[in-house]
């Protein structure tokens, strides 16, 4: 058999003791909670799951379906997907239940014993939810298994069951036992935390490390292309994952001495990208073949939270709450930092070149230097807002796109200012070096850091208190952004104007249509057509006396205009119509391009910078 097609468990079976034996439990006093999946009904996205509480203390055994899932911070309630339930004891006899709320089921009159059975709706393959279908069984634990109370210690057994004659197998960072669909968990917070792919996929594993230091990194790839597409992606993989380890110095120790990509690129899948301890669930509608630069950023994002926020981890995420929406301080590092550093290994990896890092970089300063929602909130506090904008639903419009810019990007930027800043005080310093630091105090120890933590920090690495003040001061805590102008200099990158002299009314979303030209977003707080009065909804009818009914119409109004001009709008708002002056401006839109894209001299000293800034430090 190719090695590619062998059960990856199997292997690590013959090396790695059973969970149970690792962990010392004493099965008799403390039975595992165990699980089963199967798939009878996988045509209509449906699972059956069964689960046995053993050992129980007399009284009420509270089984909750969570509302949250590791790596997400809104809820989610996953117990709308769960129907069909019902418990019996140990000789069969039925139990009686209650539900005393929509994500609970009490469970009374055991003798110490409970099978409890339900079945499982999931039509959504992302990092979030279940997705069930012909194709495969994709499967967050959050959202496929209830558990507990007062039995979150216990370990685990789960067991799946595929259908038959489909050949699928089982992708997971659980642990192994001699039975390949059987696996171990010391515990629900790890259970949680470990999805897990049912299916027939492509397996694609190498080594990292040498000697005692080895460990294996795999691939379980679901996805409709050809052989070649695979290994021009695991190529790619195999090349962030190298520059991540350069990048940090080194790979952290993955539980059983393996990390997997549960890659799953179908059509019928959703966009997402989840981190796991030694694992990610990566999902996409897109093929490799199409866009696989895509998906290679959403790798090399998911992988350094390998390091950053699963062993790098903020206090506030320590336990997860699964009953909970989970706040943190630290998202603008935890997922800013890493949004920067994902753009690093790309280039790094020689997958992007540095005109495409320096539009990136461009897009991301753009975003923050001009967004309104910076006169509202910093980094830190952006990233509490994470429960309301992770994901999350709700019914009544909100003026986030004015009052929120995403902790993903701000914290990105403060990133790039921070290692720039770092490299220009020559003295080898990096963020490179930098997150060493903080990997050597807080991730190889996994002692869970403050805000206050990342500063001291820097001060250590530096050498430098008044400069880490300094700069956590004005932004991280601040609402400052790094003076990239000066910073992108030693490196050959500019930033400017995108379209200088250009008149400007604001961003605007419109939908064109016979009768007009609907703004179909909220308009930017501070922007020409905002002041104006504008608002989404608004239908603008006529500008400058020219009928609003395409967008070629809009763009006509527009050609020819200067900065300081105004334009005349005639437009429905809410049953009146009414006539405003949009004064124009100058698009305040910035990028950041090469020296060489700008015709500007590359010097040796820029270089220099350049190599040691982005070129591959893992070969």
């Given at each position: 058999?190719?090695?590619?097609?062998?059960?990856?468990?199997?292997?690590?079976?013959?090396?790695?003791?059973?969970?149970?034996?690792?962990?010392?439990?004493?099965?008799?006093?403390?039975?595992?909670?165990?699980?089963?999946?199967?798939?009878?009904?996988?045509?209509?996205?449906?699972?059956?799951?069964?689960?046995?509480?053993?050992?129980?203390?007399?009284?009420?055994?509270?089984?909750?379906?969570?509302?949250?899932?590791?790596?997400?911070?809104?809820?989610?309630?996953?117990?709308?997907?769960?129907?069909?339930?019902?418990?019996?004891?140990?000789?069969?006899?039925?139990?009686?239940?209650?539900?005393?709320?929509?994500?609970?089921?009490?469970?009374?009159?055991?003798?110490?014993?409970?099978?409890?059975?339900?079945?499982?709706?999931?039509?959504?393959?992302?990092?979030?939810?279940?997705?069930?279908?012909?194709?495969?069984?994709?499967?967050?634990?959050?959202?496929?298994?209830?558990?507990?109370?007062?039995?979150?210690?216990?370990?685990?057994?789960?067991?799946?069951?595929?259908?038959?004659?489909?050949?699928?197998?089982?992708?997971?960072?659980?642990?192994?036992?001699?039975?390949?669909?059987?696996?171990?968990?010391?515990?629900?917070?790890?259970?949680?935390?470990?999805?897990?792919?049912?299916?027939d996929?492509?397996?694609?594993?190498?080594?990292?490390?040498?000697?005692?230091?080895?460990?294996?990194?795999?691939?379980?790839?679901?996805?409709?292309?050809?052989?070649?597409?695979?290994?021009?992606?695991?190529?790619?993989?195999?090349a962030?994952?190298?520059?991540?380890?350069?990048?940090?110095?080194?790979?952290?120790?993955?539980d059983?001495?393996?990390?997997?990509?549960?890659?799953?690129?179908?059509?019928?899948?959703?966009?997402?990208?989840?981190?796991?301890?030694?694992?990610?669930?990566?999902?996409?509608?897109?093929?490799?073949?199409?866009?696989?630069?895509?998906?290679?950023?959403?790798?090399?994002?998911?992988?350094?939270?390998?390091?950053?926020?699963?062993?790098?981890?903020?206090?506030?995420?320590?336990?997860?709450?699964?009953?909970?929406?989970?706040?943190?301080?630290?998202?603008?590092?935890?997922?800013?930092?890493?949004?920067?550093?994902?753009?690093?290994?790309?280039?790094?990896?020689e997958?992007?070149?540095?005109?495409?890092?320096?539009?990136?970089?461009?897009?991301?300063?753009?975003?923050?230097?001009n967004?309104?929602?910076?006169?509202?909130?910093?980094?830190?506090e952006?990233?509490?807002?994470?429960?309301?904008?992770?994901?999350?639903?709700?019914?009544?419009?909100?003026?986030?796109?004015?009052?929120?810019?995403?902790?993903?990007?701000?914290?990105?930027?403060?990133?790039?200012?921070?290692?720039?800043?770092?490299?220009?005080?020559a003295?080898?310093?990096?963020?490179?070096?930098?997150?060493?630091?903080?990997?050597?105090?807080?991730?190889v120890?996994?002692?869970?850091?403050?805000?206050?933590?990342?500063?001291k920090?820097?001060?250590?690495?530096?050498?430098?208190?008044?400069?880490?003040?300094?700069?956590?001061?004005?932004?991280?805590?601040?609402?400052?952004?790094?003076?990239?102008e000066?910073?992108?200099?030693?490196?050959?990158?500019?930033?400017?104007?995108?379209?200088?002299?250009?008149?400007?009314?604001?961003p605007?979303?419109?939908?064109?249509?016979?009768?007009g030209?609907?703004?179909?977003?909220?308009?930017?707080?501070?922007?020409?057509i905002?002041?104006?009065?504008?608002?989404?909804?608004?239908?603008?009818?006529?500008?400058?006396?020219?009928r609003?009914?395409?967008?070629?119409?809009?763009?006509?109004?527009?050609?020819?205009?200067?900065?300081?001009?105004?334009?005349?709008?005639?437009?429905?708002?809410?049953?009146?119509?009414?006539?405003?002056?949009?004064?124009?401006?100058?698009?305040?839109?910035?990028?950041v391009?090469?020296?060489?894209?700008?015709?500007?001299?590359?010097t040796?000293?820029?270089?220099?910078?350049?190599?040691?800034w982005?070129?591959?430090?893992?070969?």
């Amino acid at each position: 058999m190719r090695r590619d097609l062998l059960f990856f468990v199997l292997v690590l079976s013959t090396t790695t003791p059973s969970l149970t034996a690792q962990q010392g439990v004493d099965l008799l006093a403390r039975p595992p909670i165990r699980y089963e999946i199967a798939f009878p009904n996988r045509a209509h996205h449906e699972a059956e799951v069964t689960v046995v509480f053993d050992g129980l203390m007399p009284g009420t055994l509270e089984v909750r379906m969570s509302r949250s899932s590791p790596g997400r911070y809104s809820l989610h309630e996953f117990a709308k997907s769960v129907y069909g339930v019902s418990a019996v004891d140990r000789d069969g006899e039925p139990l009686e239940i209650e539900r005393p709320d929509p994500h609970q089921w009490n469970v009374s009159g055991h003798s110490g014993y409970v099978r409890m059975s339900y079945t499982l709706y999931g039509d959504r393959a992302d990092g979030t939810y279940a997705g069930i279908d012909r194709t495969h069984a994709h499967l967050n634990m959050p959202a496929t298994f209830v558990w507990a109370r007062g039995l979150e210690d216990r370990p685990v057994r789960v067991t799946f069951i595929p259908p038959e004659g489909s050949g699928w197998r089982v992708a997971t960072q659980l642990a192994p036992t001699a039975d390949p669909f059987t696996f171990e968990a010391p515990g629900l917070q790890y259970f949680m935390d470990s999805p897990t792919v049912v299916a027939d996929f492509r397996l694609i594993e190498w080594e990292v490390g040498e000697g005692s230091e080895s460990q294996t990194v795999r691939i379980a790839l679901l996805h409709q292309g050809n052989r070649e597409d695979g290994a021009l992606y695991g190529d790619g993989v195999k090349a962030i994952v190298r520059e991540a380890g350069a990048f940090f110095g080194g790979f952290p120790r993955f539980d059983y001495g393996t990390y997997t990509f549960l890659a799953t690129y179908l059509p019928w899948a959703a966009g997402d990208g989840m981190e796991h301890r030694n694992s990610t669930m990566l999902t996409s509608t897109a093929s490799i073949e199409l866009d696989v630069l895509g998906l290679w950023g959403t790798v090399a994002h998911e992988f350094i939270h390998a390091w950053n926020v699963e062993r790098i981890r903020p206090d506030d995420l320590q336990p997860f709450d699964f009953e909970e929406a989970n706040m943190s301080r630290g998202l603008w590092f935890a997922e800013g930092f890493t949004s920067y550093i994902d753009d690093v290994l790309l280039i790094r990896s020689e997958l992007i070149d540095t005109e495409s890092f320096a539009r990136r970089l461009g897009g991301s300063i753009n975003s923050v230097v001009n967004g309104p929602g910076r006169q509202y909130f910093s980094p830190v506090e952006m990233s509490m807002q994470a429960p309301f904008t992770d994901r999350a639903s709700s019914a009544d419009p909100t003026n986030q796109s004015n009052t929120f810019i995403s902790y993903y990007t701000w914290g990105s930027v403060v990133g790039a200012g921070l290692d720039l800043a770092l490299r220009g005080r020559a003295n080898g310093l990096s963020l490179d070096g930098y997150m060493q630091a903080v990997w050597s105090r807080h991730g190889v120890t996994e002692a869970p850091y403050t805000v206050d933590d990342l500063e001291k920090a820097l001060a250590d690495y530096t050498k430098d208190s008044l400069f880490a003040a300094d700069f956590f001061g004005r932004f991280v805590r601040g609402r400052e952004v790094p003076d990239f102008e000066t910073l992108l200099t030693p490196g050959g990158m500019l930033m400017r104007r995108t379209n200088p002299g250009d008149a400007w009314p604001g961003p605007v979303g419109l939908a064109f249509d016979a009768r007009g030209a609907t703004i179909n977003a909220n308009t930017a707080k501070g922007s020409p057509i905002y002041e104006a009065g504008l608002d989404r909804g608004d239908r603008i009818l006529r500008v400058d006396g020219r009928r609003m009914t395409s967008r070629e119409a809009w763009t006509a109004a527009l050609a020819g205009k200067r900065p300081g001009d105004d334009l005349r709008v005639d437009y429905e708002s809410r049953g009146s119509t009414r006539t405003a002056t949009i004064r124009l401006r100058a698009d305040p839109g910035l990028e950041v391009v090469t020296f060489e894209a700008a015709g500007l001299v590359v010097t040796d000293a820029v270089r220099r910078f350049r190599r040691e800034w982005l070129s591959p430090k893992g070969r």
